[in-house]
């Protein structure tokens, strides 16, 4: 049973969608999609729930989403298999990932008390009161690459603010987005409040277009750009984007090994399939640089690329699909054409999947390159003359979500964070380094000013103020101009 919608799962309607290992090409998932009517039903049976699970006291709704956690944590090791077979990442990764899951709900906790809170203050007249309430029926459209903790970072604050949801998963993992609706619904959560649409981009557009108040997404600008539009003339749907990006990493001074070490972290992890992974490392022109550059390269042949169950355990999987790394290939070939110059050729790996590739690593210095995300294990070396010029070469992007400076000097630490322009900014750490307590998001063509992790509070809820006197006073005394 592919869909969740009110009080039952049930079999979709739509056509049959599958999901695969890219490693192994074993189905992992397979069942029909919903239907625009499936999606206007789920809608309506959220549109249902929403009243009585918004009245709801906040304490049963922690306490549910506490459950929820708990079971998280119960069925840790299948939901990390699910996890690891639909994406390819390494069970290690994976792991983490739930783990991730299960502390968002204590993190979400807290920010819905510290953001989206109660307080009161005494006035002449009694009281100013500021309370948030929910806006009512959300859409959560979810990414492929963490196919459980990304969506979770939506639905949890999203629930405990008093909302009701219709849950779309990539198309790409509808195994773990069925998974994760599962500890829901077995968390005890009331028939409607969570409900499930599996499908592709058709049925990701019924549902935008349904009678939604809000929506969530996680993707590629590409997809983010098309949601403004979609919504453009409906501003009573709040929309919160967290795109991807094409993020800088200075690497100016320190140990070239130490500092390796840090890059390919930043570059390669998850197979590059992180919104804030480097994909431009820019170094000093000259010897230091060139250390830098041939350290990355030395670690990068180091690094074991294989399925998610292999032994001795990988550093990272393949790409989701032979698809995706057809299309990285092709940006790659367009760099080599325009002038780049392989150091570390990406192609695809002899003897696995298509989905496969090898870490890539090509200088574009002097070359005019697409200023685009490349979602794959390809890093851009970028050589400069001096700081300023790194500072410039970091900023010449439209995208504004991850940055990073490897750089022991303080001075320049402060010049870079002053002038970086990114939502996430890391020092001397990967620029993959995020937290739950902190928030994450954007600039530019990386979302639009509603960054989630902690942050998520403040999309889930609207603000009201109230100005309250107790009894009914006489405030004809208070008239201008009255006889």
């Known amino acids: 049973m592919s869909l969740l919608i009110g009080d039952r799962w049930r079999e979709g309607c739509g056509e049959r969608l599958r999901s695969t290992d890219p490693a192994s090409g074993d189905v992992v998932w397979e069942e029909k999609t919903a239907t625009a009517a499936d999606c206007a039903g789920a809608v309506a049976a959220a549109r249902h729930a929403f009243s009585g699970w918004a009245r709801m006291p906040l304490g049963e709704r922690i306490a549910l989403a506490r459950r929820f956690a708990a079971l998280l944590s119960d069925r840790r090791e299948a939901i990390a298999a699910t996890i690891a077979r639909e994406t390819g990442k390494p069970r290690w990764e994976a792991l983490t990932e739930?783990?991730?899951?299960?502390?968002?709900?204590?993190?979400?906790?807290a920010a819905q008390a510290e953001r989206a809170g109660?307080?009161?203050?005494?006035?002449?007249f009694g009281d100013a009161v500021l309370r948030h309430r929910p806006h009512g029926v959300m859409a959560v459209l979810g990414p492929f690459n963490f196919p459980g903790h990304l969506p979770n970072g939506h639905?949890?604050?999203?629930?405990?603010?008093?909302?009701?949801?219709?849950?779309?998963?990539?198309?790409?993992?509808?195994a773990t987005g069925e998974a994760m609706l599962r500890a829901w619904t077995d968390a005890g959560l009331p028939p409607g409040v969570v409900n499930l649409v599996q499908g592709g981009r058709e049925v990701?557009?019924?549902?935008?277009?349904?009678?939604?108040?809000?929506?969530?997404?996680?993707?590629?600008?590409?997809?983010?750009?098309?949601?403004?539009?979609?919504t453009g003339n409906r501003p009573e749907v709040i929309l919160a984007l967290e795109l991807g990006g094409n993020n800088p990493l200075i690497a100016w001074d320190g140990d070239a090994e130490a500092i390796a070490s840090i890059v390919v972290q930043s570059a390669f992890v998850t197979a590059g399939q992180r919104c804030s992974c480097a994909r431009r490392l820019i170094v000093p022109d000259g010897a230091a640089g060139d250390a830098i550059v041939d350290a990355v390269a030395v670690l990068t042949d180091r690094l074991r690329i294989g399925a998610w169950n292999e032994v001795p355990e990988p550093f990272c999987g393949p790409l989701i699909s032979a698809a995706a790394a057809?299309?990285?290939?092709?940006?790659?070939?367009?760099?080599?054409?325009?002038?780049?110059r392989a150091i570390r050729e990406f192609a695809r790996i002899s003897g696995r999947s298509d989905a496969f590739v090898a870490p890539g690593l090509i200088d574009v210095t002097g070359v005019s390159v697409p200023d685009e995300e490349v979602f794959a294990p390809l890093l851009q070396v970028i050589r400069v003359a001096d700081f300023d010029a790194a500072?410039?070469?970091?900023?010449?992007?439209?995208f504004?979500?991850?940055?990073?400076?490897?750089?022991?000097?303080?001075?320049?630490?402060?010049?870079?964070?002053?002038?970086?322009?990114a939502g996430v900014l890391n020092r001397n750490r990967p620029t993959t380094g995020a937290a739950g307590t902190m928030p994450f998001g954007g600039i530019g063509a990386s979302g639009n000013h509603r960054p989630s992790a902690y942050y998520a509070a403040d999309y889930c809820a609207y603000p009201v103020a109230s100005f309250e006197a107790a009894r009914v006073v006489n405030q004809v005394a208070d008239l201008r101009g009255v006889a």
């Open 98 to 109: 739930v783990a991730s899951m299960i502390g968002k709900v204590d993190a979400s906790v």
């Open 118 to 124: 109660e307080r009161s203050a005494a006035a002449a």
């Open 155 to 174: 639905i949890v604050p999203a629930l405990l603010a008093g909302n009701a949801l219709v849950f779309k998963p990539s198309e790409e993992t509808p």
């Open 204 to 230: 990701g557009a019924a549902l935008v277009g349904a009678d939604i108040d809000g929506l969530l997404f996680t993707g590629s600008a590409t997809a983010g750009a098309a949601l403004r539009r979609a």
């Open 326 to 340: 057809d299309r990285a290939l092709a940006q790659y070939a367009t760099l080599v054409e325009m002038g780049g």
């Open 391 to 398: 500072i410039d070469a970091a900023n010449a992007t439209r």
């Open 400 to 421: 504004g979500l991850a940055a990073g400076l490897v750089s022991d000097d303080d001075e320049l630490w402060a010049r870079y964070r002053d002038a970086a322009r």
